[in-house]
């Protein structure tokens, strides 16, 4: 079964709208725990617009599961990763001010920088995931970074979906045999959503962990956000 991580990114950006701490976002890490999640994602970035720096620490003493903190690796964030020791950090190559995560790495031209940044978190005991593209060069050049997993980057999978194209899934495909043939775990994320989600994990070999926020969050408005958590589970079995 493909694990499921919650992204509560958008909680954050709900209380932050109103100050306060309403909604709780502790408890809600704890709530999608119990409702059955494997795990919880959080991506902080510089100007702490949704998940500040002091939530992913608090998180620490709540998240039971697994925790994975995502993020363009600049000092600040490395020193943040470093504090919570988390159970996995997920490299994304962010632009300062960028609305959402909108690339993956060029994982040749950026080879040695994360080939030191991956080095210096696995020798702390922590798991590492670059995003990427599903490019194979990109997925080649990510295993001589020494990352453990990558998470393929499934904008265009989803918008492809939505417009009935079917065929949009084919790159991910070959990238995830790709990957499983060098050795690299396989995460997923990005527009995934109950729609599409079923359809992505049946034709993915070895998908081992999907990341979701925004879809999620967005459907619990309707539905209840235990009842999205358990309908994702069953998607992914």
Known sequence: ???LSVNINKIATL?????????NLLQVAKDIQRFGAEGITVHPRPDERHIRYQDARDL??????????????QHNFIDLVM???????????????ALTSNAGWDTVKNQAYLKEVIAEFKNNGIRTSIFVDPILEMIEGAKATGTDRIELY???????YGLGNKKGIDPYVAS???ANELGLG???GHDLSLDNIKFFK???PGLLEVSIGHALISESLYLGLENVVNMYLQRLK
Not at 15 to 23: A, D, K, L
Not at 60 to 73: A, D, R
Not at 85 to 96: E, F, G, N, R, S
């Open 1 to 3: 079964m493909t694990k």
């Open 15 to 23: 209380r932050n709208s109103r100050g306060g701490n309403v909604p």
């Open 60 to 73: 620490v003493g709540v998240v039971y599961t697994e925790y994975n903190i995502e993020g363009n690796p």
């Open 83 to 97: 504090e919570c020791k988390p159970t996995q950090v997920t490299l994304v190559p962010d632009a300062i001010g």
């Open 154 to 160: 499934t904008e265009a999978f989803a918008h492809q």
């Open 176 to 178: 995830a045999v790709l």
């Open 186 to 188: 396989i995460n997923a």
């Open 202 to 204: 049946e034709n993915i």
